[in-house]
Structures are given as C-alpha cells and as structure tokens.
C-alpha cells in the first residue's frame, strides 16, 4: 500500500479530493463512497469548491453511505447522516436518486441491510471509497474481529467507539449499535483510500502500516485491497 504524507490537513483533504475527482472525470457515474466522521470534512469542503469551479460534475455520480449509529438520524448532530449532508450533500444539487444511505432510525434493520446491499448489487461495486480510522482500528463499524465475509450488517459498538462518540454528539449518547458496510463489500472496491489526521491517529495509522494484515485491526485489511493507499497528514504520519 503506497503511503502518501502531506504537510498539513488542509494538503491532505486536498489530494484525497484529487483522487475522488479523477475517478469521477474518468466515469461519470461512478459509485463513491465517503465515511462520516471528522476526517473527510475537509475533502468535502475541497470537493464542493472543486464543484463550484468546474473541476468536476457531479450530476451522473452515485453516492453510497458507509455507516450510520443505529437510533440517530439527520435530526441528531454528529450521526453521520447529518454530517455528510450539512458538509457535503446540501451543498450540492443532487437528486434523491443519486444517494443511498443507511437509515439509523429504520424499525427494521435487517431490511435496511437487504436494502443497501440490493443497491450496491445494482449500482456497485465501489469505485473509490474514502475510509476513516477509528481510533481501534475500525474501518466503517467493522470493529476488531470483523468478519471478512460481512456484507451490510448490524454491529454491537466496541466499547471504544462508544467513548470516542461523544466528540461528534458534544454530549454521552446511548448508542450502543451501528449499520455499516461490511469489510467483503469494502474490500472490493476499485480504489480505497485510507485517510488520518492528527497526532492522535499516530498509533494507530503505524500500527496499520506495521501489523500484519488481519481482521484484529480491520485497517490493515486495506493493505490487501488491489487498490488501496494511505494518506496522512505529518502529525498522523509521527510514528511512522
Ligand atoms: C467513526 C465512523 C467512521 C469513521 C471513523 C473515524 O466512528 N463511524 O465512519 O470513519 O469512526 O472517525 P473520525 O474521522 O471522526 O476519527
């Protein structure tokens, strides 16, 4: 897996935002897919200007969620679905058949699973997927331990994940599952780009380079992917 450092955040959400716009200039309608979470706030901030200058159309484009806690929806601040839309979906003109992502307030789960894996049967597979780290590991919600034959699924939360929440809800939220892509589905994307930020991502982004690729800590599984690099900023990068 190629490893690319940048000097600063700013440089780094720019060239993940390069790499979603060049496979979009390349197929139109390509499947792309973009984690919630702090980390890509910048690419979708690169992404809507790269829009706004013509860089990129994204009128043909299919967008695919990764994860959502189960409970929240776009009423909550910090699900993911509020997230992507108030950073990246609102600002720009997409119509409702472009996006499919998961419901974290559906009654039924299991049929929302059935529901995104039947549109990723029709639409897929991913063309590039931009990943977060979780602080254990995790990529989407597929904690350690995940199986490599998950496609979409119900996941009980790992205890780090719930304490590492509240920065996203500014306050404890009982959240105890998530609904997320499965390592299977991720692992065949076309292009997986592997992103972290920040000094606190250091541990885990050389763990990621350093182990052995194995669902203990789900990131290193990206190193197995055709297609597959990291970018990091300097701060991410310090222990490399
Ligand atoms: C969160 C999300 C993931 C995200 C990851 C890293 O729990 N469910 O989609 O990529 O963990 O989050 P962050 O970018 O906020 O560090």
Redesign the pocket.
């Known amino acids: 897996m190629k490893t690319f450092i940048s000097p600063d955040y700013q440089q780094l959400s720019e060239a993940v935002a390069k790499n979603v716009i060049d496979c979009v200039n390349a197929k139109p309608n390509a499947l792309i897919c973009i ?6 706030l910048g690419v979708f901030a690169a992404l809507v200007e790269a829009q706004k200058q013509g860089r990129v159309d994204f009128s043909q484009t299919q967008f695919l969620g ?2 959502e ?1 189960l409970g929240l929806g776009k009423a909550d601040k910090g699900s ?1 679905r509020e997230m992507v839309w108030s950073h990246f979906f609102d600002k720009l003109t997409l119509r409702d058949e472009q996006i499919c992502f998961f419901d974290g307030l559906t009654d039924s789960p299991q049929a929302e699973c059935q529901r995104v894996d039947g549109y990723i049967a029709q639409h897929g597979p991913i063309d590039c997927i931009v ?5 254990n590991g ?4 597929n904690e350690p331990g995940a199986s490599l034959n998950n496609t979409c699924h119900v996941i009980d939360l790992d205890p780090i ?1 719930q304490t ?2 509240v ?2 809800f500014g306050t404890a939220r009982d959240v105890k599952q ?1 609904i ?1 892509l499965g390592l299977k589905t991720i692992l065949a994307a076309e292009n997986i780009v592997l992103m972290a930020s920040g000094e606190k ?1 250091a541990d885990i982004v050389a763990q990621t380079v350093n182990a052995l690729a194995s669902n203990a800590i789900p990131s290193t599984l990206v190193k197995t992917a055709k297609r597959a690099a990291l970018y990091v900023d300097k701060a991410a990068a310090s222990a490399l």
Not at 35 to 40: N, R
Not at 131 to 135: D, E, F, N
Not at 138 to 141: A, D, E, K, Q, V
């Open positions: 984690a919630g979470g702090d980390t890509p990764l994860d806690w993911c990943l977060g780290i979780g602080m995790h990529i989407g919600f994940t590492v929440s920065k996203y998530g997320s991502k």
